[in-house]
Each structure stands twice: as C-alpha cells, then as structure tokens.
C-alpha cells in the first residue's frame, strides 16, 4: 500500500503521514488510539495503522483541547461524545424541519 490511498473518494494516511501532518508524535496517536480517541479506517500487522481525514481533524482538536485546557484523556472522551451528540441532534432537527 502506498502512503496515501483513495478508497471511496477518502484519502488513507500511514501513521508516519499522520504524525508530519499534525506533529504529534506517532506515540501520542498510538496513545489516543489506544484510549479508543481516534479510529484508524485500517489496521494491519503491528502498529500499521492507517487513518482518514476525520481522525485528522480529531488530531487537531485534541491537541487544541490539551494546549488551552489541559483535559485529559476521560475528559477529551466526555467532550467527544457530547460533540457526536450535538451533530447527532443537529441533524435530526434537519430531518424534521423538512418535513
């Protein structure tokens, strides 16, 4: 597999891309991902982990989130659900609105 992949119109990162894009160290995303913060779209043998633009972004708020607020990993858990959480609302009131 190359260092990027296009699967379904989604671009794959290697855990080294990942680590140049967002600079955090390939430890720390080991870390997040051990501690179920990001989601690799693939993972093979060892820690070949592979990773789309979402847990980029994730990437980055997590590292926000820990540079102006110091939350730890419980904390980054609770802030991510509640964040599923809204999205999830926002688009049933979507939904409902157009009918």
Do not use: C
């Not at 671009?11 to 991902?33: A, F, G, K, N, Q």
């Not at 789309?52 to 980054?76: P, Q």
């Amino acid at each position: 597999m190359s260092e990027s992949e296009d699967l379904s119109s989604s671009t794959i990162y290697t855990l080294e891309m990942v680590e140049r894009i967002t600079h955090i160290s390939r430890d720390r995303i080991v870390v997040y991902y051990q501690h179920g913060l990001i989601s690799p779209v693939k993972q093979e043998e060892g820690e070949n982990l592979f990773f789309d633009d979402e847990a980029i972004h994730k990437l980055r708020r997590i590292a926000f989130l820990l540079s102006e607020y110091s939350v730890n990993h419980e904390g980054l858990r609770k802030i991510f659900a509640l964040i599923d959480e809204l999205e999830r609302l926002r688009e049933e009131v979507r939904f409902l609105r157009q009918k």
